[in-house]
Nanobody, 114 residues
């Protein structure tokens, strides 16, 4: 089983920044696409960002220009740098890896206050 462990969530004020980390138990990030989704209370889980093994990135329209996904293959870790945070970014953020099946982390809470 692939284990994904998220960290870096917390409480920030609007306009602030956070960097989320997703550490994989295997060398996943160098060979498979990985990404971040988020789910707010009462809302459907949505794609935030994705990065391919070759470094091609995809972002939700709502976070383009504010969030950046990147990898450190030596550490088997994928990051999500979140800048200019807004209250509507408040959600649980989940890391995922796209192998033969999709693996999910347990999530990390991000709360943005105004």
């Amino acid at each position: 089983q692939v284990q994904l462990v998220e960290s870096g969530g917390g409480l920030v004020q609007a306009g602030g920044s956070l960097r989320l980390s997703c550490a994989a138990s295997r060398s996943i990030s160098s060979t498979f696409p990985m990404g971040w989704h988020r789910q707010a209370p009462g809302k459907q889980r949505e794609l935030v960002a994705r990065i391919s093994s070759g470094g091609i990135t995809t972002y939700a329209a709502s976070v383009k220009g504010r969030f950046t996904i990147f990898r450190d293959n030596a550490k088997n870790t994928v990051y999500l740098q979140m800048n200019s945070l807004k209250p509507e970014d408040t959600a649980v953020y989940y890391c995922n890896a796209e192998t033969a099946r999709i693996w999910w982390g347990q999530g990390t809470q991000v709360t943005v206050s105004s």
